[in-house]
């Protein structure tokens, strides 16, 4: 969702200087390796935090068209996230996007094992009913196209700089979801 279907805005050596994490490991990580009650306290002020950020919230350049476009032609989207499940969506409803996903297609951190690992996208092609060989996983860094390739769906990179760092893990790279919303035809 964030830097895909909207601007990525999160600051994340900022949000770990506030949280006191260490520098060079991933938030989420950092956090689960606290003890049981200050791990809780860490994350209610990272959900503080990840709200403010989400009322900020812009949508990507042709993130709606590209709603739109899937919509029309009767193929079904979700969002896994390694932001929390309400965060995700006041994220899309600041955006605007929110009319475009229920609540059982937005998987966050709480609802499985968070990306890299694969969990929250299998558990999204389950509820769907729907094989991996069916699915796309689109995403701007590592983690996201590191998950697809754990969950066996195709990945599709989105790195509007052109340099696509990843190549082992991106089945296809975009620029742009202007890009994206070509393959299929206009509502």
């Known amino acids: 969702m964030d830097g895909t279907l909207t601007h990525a805005i999160h600051d994340f050596e900022a949000i770990k200087s ?5 520098e060079g490991k991933p938030i989420l990580e950092s956090i689960a390796d606290l003890p049981e009650q200050e791990a809780k306290a860490v994350h209610q002020k990272l959900d503080a935090i990840e ?3 989400a009322d900020q919230a812009t949508a990507h350049p042709f993130a709606e068209e590209l709603l739109s476009c899937l919509k029309a032609n ?3 989207v979700g969002i896994v996230t390694r932001n929390g499940h309400g965060i995700a969506k006041a994220t899309l409803k600041a955006c605007g996007l929110h009319e475009y996903f229920t609540d ?3 998987i966050g ?3 499985a094992e968070p990306k890299p690992a694969p969990d929250g996208v299998e ?3 389950s509820r769907w009913t729907t094989s991996a060989s069916t699915a796309v996983i689109v995403g701007d ?6 998950a697809g390739k754990r969950a066996g769906v195709s990945t599709v990179h989105l790195d509007t700089s052109g340099q696509f760092p990843w190549p082992e893990y991106t089945d296809h790279g975009i620029q742009s979801l202007s890009e994206l919303a070509s393959l299929w ?3």
Do not use: A, M, N
């Open 18 to 22: 506030e949280l006191k994490l260490p």
């Open 51 to 53: 709200y403010d950020i």
């Open 74 to 76: 009767k193929l079904t």
């Open 104 to 106: 059982e297609s937005i």
């Open 109 to 111: 951190r709480h609802c």
């Open 123 to 125: 558990l999204l092609l």
């Open 141 to 146: 860094y590592l983690f996201d196209l590191e």
């Open 185 to 187: 035809p206009s509502p």
